[in-house]
């Protein structure tokens, strides 16, 4: 589609080519913003908290087992 932009107003040759540029840029500009997609919206922060989220992973027995026990329960002295 062409759209026909006539500039009035006694306007020069050179103030005539920069609006003219100036109307381009903006309707290119309208048209990139036009073609992209719009960002996705996030859900807030109350609908994510109750989202089921990631457990950690339990130490392995190995390495469980292997961690030196403190001497705190040992009151007999």
Do not use: F
């Not at 062409?2 to 005539?16: F, N, W, Y």
């Not at 961690?67 to 040992?74: I, K, N």
């Amino acid at each position: 589609m062409t759209r026909i932009t006539s500039i009035k107003g006694g306007a020069d040759p050179c103030v005539a080519a920069a609006i003219a540029a100036t109307v381009a840029h903006l309707e290119d500009a309208d048209a990139e913003t036009r073609a992209t997609r719009p960002p996705v919206p996030r859900p807030s922060h109350w609908v994510q908290s109750n989202r089921p989220r990631e457990s950690p992973t339990p130490l392995p027995s190995h390495l469980y087992d292997a961690a030196p026990w403190s001497d705190l329960g040992d009151a007999t002295e």
